[in-house]
């Protein structure tokens, strides 16, 4: 049944060797790293995916619900040919060129392009919503940095709201 609403609503086909995810007709912002800049790169990357392939995001979705690293192979029950490798590999590639600075020392080392391991990478270190980047926030909001100038007293308020 999944994978007959999938055929209907358009999610990306592969059985006829056609690229699934192709960032050329994504429109993807650049993710740096910053915890700030998470929630609206997070958003928007997510609805690319969703946009491009529903089967994808499906999978993406259950990845980010997993709490501990995980075995990709694992992820074949979830596709409708049983192989995840070729879309994990596309997935891969689009994160690639979406990701630079900090955020990509995280997505390089993951083995054998698995576009999924990545996101799950990504998705432990930056949501806020995990327990280990929430009782960091909580550090960094409970002891916020001083400030010297009167200056940047403005400055400082909002990127301590940003974390709020």
Not at 46 to 51: S, V
């Amino acid at each position: 049944q999944f994978n007959m609403l999938l055929g209907r609503l358009g999610g990306g086909v592969s059985s006829d060797g056609k690229q699934r995810l192709n960032p050329r007709y994504m429109k993807l912002n650049d993710f740096h790293g910053s915890q700030t800049d998470w929630n609206d790169c997070a958003f928007g990357f997510k609805r690319a995916i969703r946009g491009a392939d529903l089967e994808t995001f499906a999978i993406m979705e259950r990845v980010e619900r997993a709490a501990t690293d995980f075995d990709e192979a694992n992820l074949n029950e979830f596709a409708e040919n049983g192989d995840v490798s070729k879309v994990s590999g596309e997935l891969y590639d689009v994160l690639c060129t979406t990701v630079t600075d900090e955020a990509m020392s995280l997505v390089r080392p993951v083995d054998e392009c698995q576009g999924f391991r990545a996101w799950h990478k990504l998705f432990m270190k930056y949501n806020p919503r995990t327990m280990a980047r929430a009782i960091k926030l909580m550090g960094e909001v409970s002891s916020p940095g001083h400030v010297r100038n009167v200056s940047e007293v403005e400055g400082a308020l909002q990127k301590w709201i940003a974390k709020t």
